[in-house]
Protein backbone atom coordinates (compact mmCIF):
# COMPACT_ATOMS: atom_id res chain seq x y z
CA UNK A 1 0.00 0.00 0.00
CA UNK A 2 2.58 2.69 1.36
CA UNK A 3 4.67 1.61 -1.39
CA UNK A 4 1.82 1.93 -4.24
CA UNK A 5 1.50 5.21 -2.77
CA UNK A 6 5.24 6.15 -3.46
CA UNK A 7 5.18 4.70 -6.95
CA UNK A 8 2.32 6.99 -7.67
CA UNK A 9 3.80 10.14 -6.26
CA UNK A 10 6.83 9.55 -8.06
CA UNK A 11 5.00 9.14 -11.58
CA UNK A 12 2.92 12.36 -10.64
CA UNK A 13 5.54 14.71 -9.32
CA UNK A 14 8.26 13.50 -12.65
CA UNK A 15 4.98 14.69 -15.01
CA UNK A 16 4.57 17.79 -13.03
CA UNK A 17 8.39 18.23 -13.17
CA UNK A 18 8.15 17.62 -16.88
CA UNK A 19 10.29 14.48 -16.98
CA UNK A 20 9.91 12.85 -20.15
CA UNK A 21 11.85 9.80 -21.77
CA UNK A 22 12.63 11.87 -24.91
CA UNK A 23 14.69 14.17 -22.78
CA UNK A 24 16.22 11.97 -20.75
CA UNK A 25 17.44 9.65 -23.70
CA UNK A 26 18.47 13.31 -25.91
CA UNK A 27 20.46 13.84 -22.38
CA UNK A 28 22.52 10.86 -22.22
CA UNK A 29 23.04 11.33 -25.65
CA UNK A 30 24.70 14.64 -24.57
CA UNK A 31 26.08 12.87 -21.53
CA UNK A 32 28.50 10.83 -23.89
CA UNK A 33 29.65 14.13 -25.50
CA UNK A 34 30.36 15.55 -22.21
CA UNK A 35 32.35 12.36 -20.81
CA UNK A 36 34.18 12.47 -23.81
CA UNK A 37 35.36 16.01 -23.60
CA UNK A 38 35.74 15.89 -20.20
CA UNK A 39 38.31 12.69 -20.61
CA UNK A 40 42.13 13.24 -20.67
CA UNK A 41 41.54 15.66 -17.74
CA UNK A 42 44.19 18.28 -18.19
CA UNK A 43 44.87 21.45 -16.15
CA UNK A 44 45.19 24.17 -18.44
CA UNK A 45 45.66 27.29 -15.72
CA UNK A 46 48.10 25.27 -13.12
CA UNK A 47 48.29 28.68 -11.31
CA UNK A 48 44.72 29.44 -11.06
CA UNK A 49 43.56 25.65 -10.14
CA UNK A 50 46.46 25.96 -7.26
CA UNK A 51 45.57 29.31 -6.23
CA UNK A 52 42.48 27.88 -5.78
CA UNK A 53 43.02 24.77 -4.35
CA UNK A 54 45.10 26.50 -1.41
CA UNK A 55 42.11 29.32 -0.80
CA UNK A 56 39.61 26.67 -0.11
CA UNK A 57 41.93 25.09 2.15
CA UNK A 58 42.68 28.14 3.95
CA UNK A 59 39.09 29.31 4.08
CA UNK A 60 38.16 26.03 5.82
CA UNK A 61 41.04 26.14 8.15
CA UNK A 62 40.13 29.51 9.74
CA UNK A 63 36.21 29.15 9.34
CA UNK A 64 36.72 26.17 11.61
CA UNK A 65 39.18 27.35 14.16
CA UNK A 66 36.30 30.80 14.28
CA UNK A 67 33.79 28.25 14.07
CA UNK A 68 34.84 25.95 16.94
CA UNK A 69 36.23 28.91 19.55
CA UNK A 70 33.38 30.76 19.22
CA UNK A 71 30.42 27.86 19.05
CA UNK A 72 32.29 26.50 22.49
CA UNK A 73 30.48 29.85 24.72
CA UNK A 74 27.75 30.08 22.48
CA UNK A 75 26.96 26.13 23.13
CA UNK A 76 27.28 26.55 26.82
CA UNK A 77 24.87 29.66 26.55
CA UNK A 78 22.63 27.61 25.02
CA UNK A 79 22.29 24.49 27.38
CA UNK A 80 19.26 24.97 29.27
CA UNK A 81 20.77 22.27 32.90
CA UNK A 82 23.42 25.28 33.06
CA UNK A 83 21.85 28.44 31.89
CA UNK A 84 18.89 30.73 33.05
CA UNK A 85 16.21 30.82 30.13
CA UNK A 86 16.50 34.54 28.98
CA UNK A 87 20.00 33.43 28.39
CA UNK A 88 19.41 30.47 26.67
CA UNK A 89 16.31 31.45 24.64
CA UNK A 90 18.52 33.96 22.72
CA UNK A 91 21.35 31.33 22.19
CA UNK A 92 19.44 29.28 20.79
CA UNK A 93 17.48 31.13 18.40
CA UNK A 94 21.11 32.36 17.20
CA UNK A 95 22.36 28.73 16.40
CA UNK A 96 18.33 28.06 14.93
CA UNK A 97 19.24 31.10 12.64
CA UNK A 98 22.52 29.99 11.64
CA UNK A 99 21.61 26.68 10.53
CA UNK A 100 18.34 27.70 8.94
CA UNK A 101 20.02 28.84 5.34
CA UNK A 102 21.90 26.92 3.30
CA UNK A 103 25.58 28.32 3.55
CA UNK A 104 25.33 29.04 -0.38
CA UNK A 105 22.25 32.10 0.57
CA UNK A 106 24.95 32.85 3.74
CA UNK A 107 27.70 33.09 0.98
CA UNK A 108 25.49 35.30 -1.58
CA UNK A 109 24.08 37.89 1.46
CA UNK A 110 27.76 37.76 2.73
CA UNK A 111 29.10 38.65 -0.60
CA UNK A 112 27.33 41.71 -0.91
CA UNK A 113 28.11 42.79 2.71
CA UNK A 114 31.81 42.36 2.68
CA UNK A 115 32.22 42.40 -0.80
CA UNK A 116 34.12 39.33 -3.24
CA UNK A 117 36.29 37.40 -2.20
CA UNK A 118 37.95 34.91 0.53
CA UNK A 119 36.56 36.32 3.48
CA UNK A 120 32.78 36.61 2.75
CA UNK A 121 33.54 32.62 2.49
CA UNK A 122 35.29 32.54 6.38
CA UNK A 123 32.17 33.88 7.43
CA UNK A 124 29.86 31.97 5.83
CA UNK A 125 31.59 28.63 7.15
CA UNK A 126 31.69 29.88 10.13
CA UNK A 127 27.68 30.65 10.45
CA UNK A 128 27.78 27.30 9.00
CA UNK A 129 29.73 25.39 11.40
CA UNK A 130 28.36 27.61 14.57
CA UNK A 131 24.86 26.53 13.94
CA UNK A 132 26.07 22.55 13.71
CA UNK A 133 28.66 22.48 16.34
CA UNK A 134 26.52 24.67 18.86
CA UNK A 135 23.44 22.86 18.18
CA UNK A 136 25.03 19.47 19.36
CA UNK A 137 27.07 20.99 21.83
CA UNK A 138 24.46 22.60 23.83
CA UNK A 139 22.42 18.85 23.45
CA UNK A 140 25.19 17.26 24.72
CA UNK A 141 25.83 19.42 27.66
CA UNK A 142 22.33 19.18 28.58
CA UNK A 143 22.64 14.77 28.36
CA UNK A 144 25.56 15.22 30.75
CA UNK A 145 25.29 13.67 34.59
CA UNK A 146 24.82 16.92 37.00
CA UNK A 147 26.35 14.88 40.36
CA UNK A 148 30.01 16.16 38.88
CA UNK A 149 28.85 19.92 38.58
CA UNK A 150 27.27 19.70 42.11
CA UNK A 151 30.49 18.21 43.24
CA UNK A 152 32.28 20.75 42.08
CA UNK A 153 29.84 23.36 42.85
CA UNK A 154 29.76 22.37 46.48
CA UNK A 155 33.41 23.03 46.87
CA UNK A 156 32.51 26.67 46.44
CA UNK A 157 34.47 26.88 42.80
CA UNK A 158 33.27 29.39 40.75
CA UNK A 159 31.33 29.66 37.73
CA UNK A 160 34.29 28.62 35.16
CA UNK A 161 36.22 26.23 37.12
CA UNK A 162 32.41 24.43 37.44
CA UNK A 163 32.89 24.31 33.41
CA UNK A 164 36.26 23.05 33.21
CA UNK A 165 36.47 20.61 35.98
CA UNK A 166 32.47 19.74 36.10
CA UNK A 167 31.17 20.20 32.56
CA UNK A 168 33.88 19.77 29.97
CA UNK A 169 35.63 16.62 30.52
CA UNK A 170 32.00 14.64 30.12
CA UNK A 171 31.27 16.33 26.80
CA UNK A 172 35.28 17.10 25.45
CA UNK A 173 35.52 14.05 23.16
CA UNK A 174 32.22 14.60 21.54
CA UNK A 175 32.97 18.10 21.14
CA UNK A 176 35.97 16.93 19.07
CA UNK A 177 34.03 14.26 17.00
CA UNK A 178 31.40 17.27 15.93
CA UNK A 179 34.56 19.37 15.13
CA UNK A 180 36.38 17.49 13.60
CA UNK A 181 33.39 16.38 11.13
CA UNK A 182 32.23 20.14 11.03
CA UNK A 183 35.92 20.40 9.46
CA UNK A 184 35.44 17.90 6.73
CA UNK A 185 32.28 19.66 5.68
CA UNK A 186 33.46 22.83 5.92
CA UNK A 187 36.25 21.74 3.79
CA UNK A 188 33.75 20.39 1.29
CA UNK A 189 31.70 23.82 1.34
CA UNK A 190 34.68 25.77 0.84
CA UNK A 191 35.34 24.15 -2.96
CA UNK A 192 31.60 25.17 -3.62
CA UNK A 193 31.09 29.25 -2.20
CA UNK A 194 33.17 30.22 -4.93
CA UNK A 195 30.69 29.81 -7.66
CA UNK A 196 28.53 32.98 -5.80
CA UNK A 197 32.44 34.96 -5.66
CA UNK A 198 32.91 33.82 -2.38
CA UNK A 199 36.56 32.83 -2.54
CA UNK A 200 38.19 29.33 -3.52
CA UNK A 201 38.26 26.83 -6.23
CA UNK A 202 34.48 27.65 -6.78
CA UNK A 203 35.55 30.69 -8.80
CA UNK A 204 37.90 28.76 -11.24
CA UNK A 205 35.68 25.70 -11.79
CA UNK A 206 32.93 27.93 -12.47
CA UNK A 207 34.76 29.82 -15.13
CA UNK A 208 35.74 26.72 -16.73
CA UNK A 209 32.19 25.43 -17.31
CA UNK A 210 31.08 28.49 -18.42
CA UNK A 211 34.36 28.76 -21.21
CA UNK A 212 33.25 24.75 -21.77
CA UNK A 213 36.65 23.79 -20.78
CA UNK A 214 35.53 20.44 -19.52
CA UNK A 215 38.58 18.94 -19.09
CA UNK A 216 39.93 21.39 -17.18
CA UNK A 217 36.46 20.90 -15.08
CA UNK A 218 37.16 17.43 -14.73
CA UNK A 219 40.79 18.16 -13.74
CA UNK A 220 39.68 20.61 -10.83
CA UNK A 221 37.15 18.04 -9.67
CA UNK A 222 39.55 15.10 -9.09
CA UNK A 223 41.81 17.64 -7.20
CA UNK A 224 38.74 18.41 -5.37
CA UNK A 225 37.90 14.40 -4.64
CA UNK A 226 41.63 14.18 -3.17
CA UNK A 227 42.19 17.11 -1.00
CA UNK A 228 38.71 15.41 0.64
CA UNK A 229 39.87 12.17 0.60
CA UNK A 230 42.95 13.38 2.54
CA UNK A 231 40.91 15.50 4.76
CA UNK A 232 39.10 12.76 5.98
CA UNK A 233 41.84 10.53 6.17
CA UNK A 234 43.54 13.28 8.30
CA UNK A 235 40.24 14.03 10.64
CA UNK A 236 40.73 9.75 11.52
CA UNK A 237 43.80 9.79 12.50
CA UNK A 238 43.21 12.99 14.58
CA UNK A 239 40.81 11.14 16.46
CA UNK A 240 42.64 7.94 16.80
CA UNK A 241 45.48 10.04 18.37
CA UNK A 242 43.45 12.14 20.65
CA UNK A 243 41.52 8.68 21.31
CA UNK A 244 37.63 9.91 20.57
CA UNK A 245 35.52 7.63 19.12
CA UNK A 246 32.50 9.03 17.21
CA UNK A 247 29.05 7.91 17.54
CA UNK A 248 27.42 7.41 14.43
CA UNK A 249 24.31 8.92 16.03
CA UNK A 250 26.17 12.82 16.42
CA UNK A 251 26.93 12.64 12.60
CA UNK B 1 59.36 -2.97 36.12
CA UNK B 2 56.24 -3.82 37.16
CA UNK B 3 52.80 -2.15 35.63
CA UNK B 4 51.88 -0.67 38.40
CA UNK B 5 55.28 1.55 38.48
CA UNK B 6 55.08 2.32 34.97
CA UNK B 7 51.89 3.82 35.39
CA UNK B 8 52.53 5.63 38.35
CA UNK B 9 55.27 7.67 36.56
CA UNK B 10 53.60 8.19 33.65
CA UNK B 11 51.36 10.59 35.18
CA UNK B 12 53.17 11.84 37.96
CA UNK B 13 53.96 15.56 37.78
CA UNK B 14 57.94 16.29 37.54
CA UNK B 15 58.38 17.12 41.03
CA UNK B 16 56.44 13.51 42.11
CA UNK B 17 53.93 14.91 44.56
CA UNK B 18 51.11 16.11 42.00
CA UNK B 19 48.82 13.81 39.77
CA UNK B 20 48.20 14.75 36.35
CA UNK B 21 45.21 13.79 34.49
CA UNK B 22 46.63 12.60 30.78
CA UNK B 23 50.00 10.30 30.05
CA UNK B 24 53.54 11.85 28.87
CA UNK B 25 52.40 10.55 25.34
CA UNK B 26 48.68 11.90 25.33
CA UNK B 27 50.64 15.37 26.72
CA UNK B 28 53.50 15.80 23.71
CA UNK B 29 50.39 14.34 21.20
CA UNK B 30 47.95 16.88 22.56
CA UNK B 31 51.26 19.45 22.46
CA UNK B 32 52.02 18.39 19.08
CA UNK B 33 48.21 18.37 17.59
CA UNK B 34 47.80 22.09 18.94
CA UNK B 35 50.89 23.71 17.80
CA UNK B 36 50.03 21.98 14.13
CA UNK B 37 46.70 23.57 14.25
CA UNK B 38 48.24 26.88 15.32
CA UNK B 39 50.97 26.93 13.02
CA UNK B 40 47.84 25.94 10.20
CA UNK B 41 45.32 29.03 11.29
CA UNK B 42 48.42 31.52 11.41
CA UNK B 43 50.05 30.54 8.03
CA UNK B 44 46.41 30.86 6.44
CA UNK B 45 45.64 33.91 8.21
CA UNK B 46 49.06 35.46 7.00
CA UNK B 47 47.98 34.12 3.66
CA UNK B 48 45.07 35.20 2.65
CA UNK B 49 43.73 38.07 0.92
CA UNK B 50 41.38 40.14 2.84
CA UNK B 51 40.40 43.72 1.61
CA UNK B 52 40.29 45.95 4.72
CA UNK B 53 38.48 48.86 2.99
CA UNK B 54 35.65 46.20 2.41
CA UNK B 55 35.69 45.60 6.12
CA UNK B 56 35.23 48.98 7.36
CA UNK B 57 32.53 49.31 4.74
CA UNK B 58 30.48 46.02 6.17
CA UNK B 59 28.44 47.57 8.83
CA UNK B 60 27.20 50.40 6.13
CA UNK B 61 26.37 47.51 3.30
CA UNK B 62 24.60 44.70 6.32
CA UNK B 63 22.39 48.38 6.81
CA UNK B 64 21.47 49.25 3.15
CA UNK B 65 20.51 45.79 2.15
CA UNK B 66 18.07 45.64 5.05
CA UNK B 67 16.63 48.75 3.89
CA UNK B 68 16.40 47.58 0.85
CA UNK B 69 14.87 44.57 1.59
CA UNK B 70 11.72 45.96 3.10
CA UNK B 71 9.05 46.01 2.94
CA UNK B 72 8.48 42.24 2.03
CA UNK B 73 6.71 41.97 -1.34
CA UNK B 74 4.11 39.81 -0.27
CA UNK B 75 2.06 40.07 -3.38
CA UNK B 76 4.56 38.24 -5.67
CA UNK B 77 3.97 35.07 -3.71
CA UNK B 78 1.19 33.36 -5.97
CA UNK B 79 2.79 34.57 -8.93
CA UNK B 80 6.04 34.05 -9.26
CA UNK B 81 7.49 31.88 -5.81
CA UNK B 82 4.75 29.50 -4.94
CA UNK B 83 5.00 27.05 -7.96
CA UNK B 84 8.83 27.31 -7.95
CA UNK B 85 8.66 26.54 -4.05
CA UNK B 86 6.27 23.41 -4.41
CA UNK B 87 9.22 22.34 -7.83
CA UNK B 88 12.13 22.40 -5.22
CA UNK B 89 10.32 20.21 -2.49
CA UNK B 90 9.09 17.82 -5.64
CA UNK B 91 12.64 18.03 -6.74
CA UNK B 92 13.99 17.09 -3.33
CA UNK B 93 11.47 14.23 -2.75
CA UNK B 94 12.05 12.27 -5.81
CA UNK B 95 16.17 12.87 -5.70
CA UNK B 96 15.78 11.44 -2.65
CA UNK B 97 13.90 8.19 -3.96
CA UNK B 98 15.87 8.15 -6.36
CA UNK B 99 19.33 8.09 -4.03
CA UNK B 100 17.60 5.47 -1.83
CA UNK B 101 17.26 2.94 -4.98
CA UNK B 102 21.05 3.68 -6.25
CA UNK B 103 22.38 3.59 -2.69
CA UNK B 104 21.22 0.68 -1.40
CA UNK B 105 22.48 -1.82 -3.35
CA UNK B 106 25.96 0.35 -3.21
CA UNK B 107 25.45 0.14 0.36
CA UNK B 108 24.79 -3.89 0.03
CA UNK B 109 28.15 -4.22 -1.92
CA UNK B 110 30.33 -2.31 0.49
CA UNK B 111 29.76 -4.34 3.68
CA UNK B 112 31.98 -6.52 4.38
CA UNK B 113 30.10 -8.93 6.21
CA UNK B 114 27.61 -9.33 2.98
CA UNK B 115 30.29 -9.70 0.47
CA UNK B 116 33.35 -11.08 1.17
CA UNK B 117 35.38 -9.93 -1.44
CA UNK B 118 37.73 -6.60 -0.31
CA UNK B 119 37.87 -5.59 -4.39
CA UNK B 120 34.12 -4.72 -4.26
CA UNK B 121 34.01 -3.18 -0.95
CA UNK B 122 36.68 -0.82 -1.67
CA UNK B 123 35.34 0.05 -5.50
CA UNK B 124 32.02 0.44 -2.99
CA UNK B 125 33.39 2.33 -0.55
CA UNK B 126 35.37 4.88 -3.46
CA UNK B 127 31.65 5.28 -5.15
CA UNK B 128 30.44 6.51 -2.26
CA UNK B 129 33.27 8.39 -1.14
CA UNK B 130 33.09 10.10 -4.65
CA UNK B 131 30.10 10.69 -4.81
CA UNK B 132 29.88 12.83 -1.47
CA UNK B 133 32.76 14.64 -2.18
CA UNK B 134 31.46 16.56 -5.27
CA UNK B 135 28.30 19.30 -3.86
CA UNK B 136 25.19 19.45 -4.91
CA UNK B 137 25.93 22.33 -6.63
CA UNK B 138 28.73 21.12 -8.09
CA UNK B 139 26.87 18.06 -8.90
CA UNK B 140 23.49 20.65 -10.59
CA UNK B 141 26.45 22.47 -12.74
CA UNK B 142 27.29 19.10 -13.99
CA UNK B 143 23.82 18.11 -15.34
CA UNK B 144 23.03 21.47 -16.56
CA UNK B 145 25.58 20.49 -18.65
CA UNK B 146 24.26 17.28 -19.66
CA UNK B 147 20.51 17.85 -19.70
CA UNK B 148 20.13 21.35 -19.73
CA UNK B 149 18.81 23.65 -17.57
CA UNK B 150 15.73 22.93 -15.38
CA UNK B 151 14.28 20.67 -12.36
CA UNK B 152 15.80 17.15 -14.56
CA UNK B 153 19.27 17.91 -13.41
CA UNK B 154 18.29 19.35 -10.01
CA UNK B 155 16.80 15.89 -9.29
CA UNK B 156 19.75 13.76 -10.32
CA UNK B 157 22.10 16.69 -8.93
CA UNK B 158 20.43 15.99 -5.12
CA UNK B 159 20.68 11.92 -6.21
CA UNK B 160 24.04 11.58 -6.43
CA UNK B 161 24.65 14.08 -4.10
CA UNK B 162 22.70 11.82 -1.65
CA UNK B 163 24.39 8.25 -2.47
CA UNK B 164 27.36 8.61 -0.65
CA UNK B 165 25.48 9.59 2.49
CA UNK B 166 22.76 7.42 2.44
CA UNK B 167 24.96 4.43 1.33
CA UNK B 168 27.53 4.63 3.71
CA UNK B 169 24.87 4.67 6.48
CA UNK B 170 23.29 1.76 5.16
CA UNK B 171 26.23 0.12 4.43
CA UNK B 172 27.12 0.61 8.08
CA UNK B 173 23.62 -0.04 9.59
CA UNK B 174 24.66 -3.54 7.62
CA UNK B 175 27.77 -4.63 9.46
CA UNK B 176 26.32 -3.56 12.56
CA UNK B 177 23.31 -6.48 12.01
CA UNK B 178 23.14 -9.05 14.79
CA UNK B 179 24.79 -12.30 13.25
CA UNK B 180 22.87 -15.01 15.16
CA UNK B 181 19.56 -14.45 13.41
CA UNK B 182 21.80 -14.71 9.99
CA UNK B 183 23.71 -17.65 10.79
CA UNK B 184 20.07 -19.71 11.84
CA UNK B 185 19.06 -18.46 8.59
CA UNK B 186 21.59 -19.77 6.81
CA UNK B 187 21.64 -23.00 8.48
CA UNK B 188 17.75 -23.48 6.71
CA UNK B 189 19.58 -23.48 3.44
CA UNK B 190 18.17 -20.07 2.38
CA UNK B 191 19.35 -18.28 -0.52
CA UNK B 192 21.37 -15.17 -0.41
CA UNK B 193 18.39 -13.06 -1.61
CA UNK B 194 16.08 -14.84 1.54
CA UNK B 195 18.84 -14.06 4.03
CA UNK B 196 19.13 -10.20 3.06
CA UNK B 197 15.18 -9.92 3.02
CA UNK B 198 14.53 -11.90 5.81
CA UNK B 199 17.77 -11.93 7.74
CA UNK B 200 19.27 -8.13 7.30
CA UNK B 201 16.23 -6.14 6.50
CA UNK B 202 14.05 -6.26 9.60
CA UNK B 203 17.29 -5.59 11.60
CA UNK B 204 18.18 -2.55 9.32
CA UNK B 205 14.84 -1.36 8.52
CA UNK B 206 14.24 1.64 11.44
CA UNK B 207 18.13 3.03 10.53
CA UNK B 208 17.07 2.98 6.91
CA UNK B 209 14.16 5.43 7.55
CA UNK B 210 16.16 7.32 9.79
CA UNK B 211 18.34 7.82 7.22
CA UNK B 212 16.03 8.17 4.17
CA UNK B 213 14.35 11.36 6.43
CA UNK B 214 17.12 12.61 7.47
CA UNK B 215 18.53 12.91 3.88
CA UNK B 216 15.36 14.30 2.74
CA UNK B 217 14.93 16.90 5.36
CA UNK B 218 18.49 17.93 4.17
CA UNK B 219 17.82 18.08 0.86
CA UNK B 220 15.27 20.47 0.64
CA UNK B 221 17.67 23.07 2.53
CA UNK B 222 20.04 21.71 -0.88
CA UNK B 223 17.51 22.19 -3.27
CA UNK B 224 16.48 25.61 -2.74
CA UNK B 225 19.96 26.67 -3.98
CA UNK B 226 20.25 24.19 -7.15
CA UNK B 227 18.47 27.15 -9.16
CA UNK B 228 21.42 29.54 -8.54
CA UNK B 229 23.26 27.27 -11.39
CA UNK B 230 20.23 27.09 -13.23
CA UNK B 231 18.82 23.62 -11.78
CA UNK B 232 14.95 24.39 -11.19
CA UNK B 233 13.14 25.31 -8.07
CA UNK B 234 12.86 28.10 -6.13
CA UNK B 235 16.49 28.99 -6.72
CA UNK B 236 15.76 30.17 -10.24
CA UNK B 237 13.44 32.85 -8.58
CA UNK B 238 16.00 34.30 -6.40
CA UNK B 239 18.82 34.02 -9.01
CA UNK B 240 16.84 36.55 -10.85
CA UNK B 241 15.85 38.56 -8.21
CA UNK B 242 19.20 39.17 -7.27
CA UNK B 243 20.24 39.82 -10.96
CA UNK B 244 17.51 42.30 -11.34
CA UNK B 245 18.25 43.59 -8.05
CA UNK B 246 14.22 43.49 -6.73
CA UNK B 247 15.65 43.29 -2.95
CA UNK B 248 11.57 43.31 -1.64
CA UNK B 249 11.46 40.28 -3.90
CA UNK B 250 14.56 38.66 -2.32
CA UNK B 251 13.65 38.84 1.36
CA UNK B 252 10.22 37.09 0.04
CA UNK B 253 11.64 34.32 -1.50
CA UNK B 254 14.38 33.89 1.44
CA UNK B 255 11.07 34.10 4.17
CA UNK B 256 9.49 31.06 1.84
CA UNK B 257 12.46 29.40 2.13
CA UNK B 258 12.91 29.44 5.59
CA UNK B 259 9.07 28.94 6.11
CA UNK B 260 9.43 25.28 3.99
CA UNK B 261 12.69 24.26 5.60
CA UNK B 262 11.24 24.83 9.41
CA UNK B 263 7.93 23.03 7.82
CA UNK B 264 9.81 20.07 6.61
CA UNK B 265 11.87 19.87 10.04
CA UNK B 266 8.38 19.48 11.83
CA UNK B 267 7.24 16.99 9.53
CA UNK B 268 10.45 14.57 9.75
CA UNK B 269 10.00 15.07 13.36
CA UNK B 270 6.62 14.28 14.03
CA UNK B 271 7.23 11.29 11.44
CA UNK B 272 10.13 10.06 13.35
CA UNK B 273 7.73 10.58 16.48
CA UNK B 274 5.06 8.38 14.83
CA UNK B 275 6.86 5.60 13.40
CA UNK B 276 10.07 4.65 14.64
Known amino acids: MAWGLLVLYVVWAG ?32 DSMLNGLVESLEIAILASFLGILLSLPLGVLAARNLMPAWVSWPARSLIALCRSFHPVIVAIL ?85 IVGAGGIGSTLFAAFQRFDYSFVCAILIAIICMIMIGETLARVVRRLLGVDVQKSDV | MS ?44 NIEIIPEFLLDAPAQVKDLFVRMWPIQFGFYQ ?44 FARFILVATRSVN ?36 EALEEVDPRSIEALHATGASWMSV ?43 DSALNLFQWTRVSLILLSIFVIVIIAEIVVTQIRKRIL
Open chain 1, 110 to 194: FVKAVGFGALAGILTLTVASLGFIGKLFAEAIEEISLKQVEAVRATGSPFISVLTYGVFPQVFSRFIGFSTYQIDSNLRNSTMVG
Open chain 1, 15 to 46: ARLDFTWSRFVVGLDNAEKFIGRMFPPEILQP
Open chain 2, 79 to 122: KGVHEALMDTVHIASLGTILAVVLAVPIGVLSAKNLIRNVFVNS
Open chain 2, 196 to 238: LLKGYWPQCEPTFWSVALFRWDINIRESSVLGLVGAGGIGMAL
Open chain 2, 136 to 171: SLIWALLFVAIFGPGALAGTLAIAFRSIGFVGKLVG
Open chain 2, 3 to 46: KKVMFKENFMHPDKSMWQRHSRSERLTRLFLMIMVLAAVGYSAQ
